[in-house]
């Protein structure tokens, strides 16, 4: 198991940015691939973006596509999610977590360490 802490959450107003960032414990941050989630308020958590191992492979649900990018520092075992154009409805808590190898990477079942969550409140 890896400790993920998610740091960066906050309230913005829309149009606003903010940027997530996600520190990883353990030396094996780097051979896997990382994922953000979210979850608003009565609603299951889902699918934000994916950074795999080497950054060769990024990927983004339709709702943050163009506004969202996602990277990763193996270095620093961190990785980050930058939110721009930010929308009323991208008010969740984020969650980053950790892929479990050969796993389906939108599916919330893949990742096998999650961290605590941080709150984003963007107001309209």
């Known amino acids: 198991q890896v400790q993920l802490v998610e740091s960066g959450g906050g309230l913005v107003q829309a149009g606003g940015s903010l940027r997530l960032s996600c520190a990883a414990s353990?030396?094996?941050?780097?051979?896997?691939?990382m994922g953000w989630f979210r979850q608003a308020p009565g609603k299951e958590r889902e699918f934000v973006a994916y950074?795999?191992?080497?950054?060769?492979?990024?990927y983004y649900a339709d709702s943050v596509k163009g506004r969202f990018t996602i990277s990763r520092d193996n270095a620093k075992s961190t990785v980050t999610l930058q939110m721009n154009s930010l929308k009323p409805e991208d008010t969740a808590v984020y969650y980053c977590?950790?892929?479990?190898?050969?796993?389906?990477?939108?599916?919330?079942?893949?990742?096998?360490?999650w961290g605590q969550g941080t709150q984003v409140t963007v107001s309209s």
């Open positions: 977590a950790r892929l479990y190898s050969g796993s389906v990477y939108t599916l919330e079942s893949g990742y096998d360490s």
């Open positions: 353990g030396r094996t941050f780097r051979n896997y691939g």
């Open positions: 950074v795999s191992w080497n950054v060769m492979t990024t």
